[in-house]
């Protein structure tokens, strides 16, 4: 949350509308008002600094309510992470060949992880959401057909690829397949 800059800007309008109600802010200005002895200018900056507190009250509500408002954003419900659970880790299993790799998501992802990293205040939604939207990007641009000329220079190179031993050998394990002699 510290790179958030709603919060950062919410704390800064937080922090004046604080220091403009500090106790010996308004002490100070009521005596200084006091101090003119002048009972009709006296009562009208008495009601300005009413007013200005009301102000000051409904902008702290509000900034109140933005601070939830951004933290509930950020937060997972109990039904969110089951669902997660329930439904995340299948669809995992189908693009990551790996058991090891989703034995380490299951870890990662089940409830009880779900809750204790969200309770030390892990953001899921930007730890693993974004990676997400952006692994998810390049897997739907990966299926974008190439045009015929680098379609064409991706055949060529797979052809000396595969007449070369090491360099296929090479690219099978970098690309994590196995090698079907």
């Known amino acids: ?5 709603i919060i950062a800007q919410l704390a800064v309008n937080l922090a004046e509308a604080t220091a403009r109600n500090t106790a010996s802010f308004i002490s100070g200005k009521i005596k200084a008002i006091k101090a ?8 009208a900056e008495l009601e300005e600094i ?3 507190l009301l102000n000051d009250k409904i902008e702290i509500q509000r900034i109140a309510q933005a601070y939830e408002q951004e933290l509930v954003s950020q ?5 969110d992470i089951k669902y997660i659970t329930d439904n995340l880790l299948p669809i995992f ?4 060949p790996e058991q090891v790799q989703i034995e380490q998501m299951q870890k990662i992802l089940s409830v009880e992880t779900l809750t204790i990293m969200q309770l030390v ?8 959401g974004e990676p997400l939207t952006l692994l998810l990007k390049k897997v739907i641009e990966s299926k974008i057909p190439m045009d015929s000329q680098t379609n064409a220079q991706y055949i060529l190179s797979m052809a000396k ?21």
Do not use: C, H, V
Not at 93 to 96: C, H, N, Q, R
């Open 36 to 43: 003119k002895n002048e009972d009709k200018s006296t009562i």
């Open 75 to 79: 937060k997972i419900t109990e039904d």
């Open 93 to 96: 299993k189908e693009f990551i």
């Open 161 to 181: 690829l595969a007449q070369d031993e090491e360099a296929t050998q090479r690219y099978l394990k970098l690309t994590g397949q196995k090698n079907e002699e």
């Open 121 to 128: 205040g892990f953001n899921y939604k930007q730890a693993i």
């Open 50 to 52: 009413i007013s200005d």
């Open 1 to 5: 949350m510290e790179n958030n800059p």
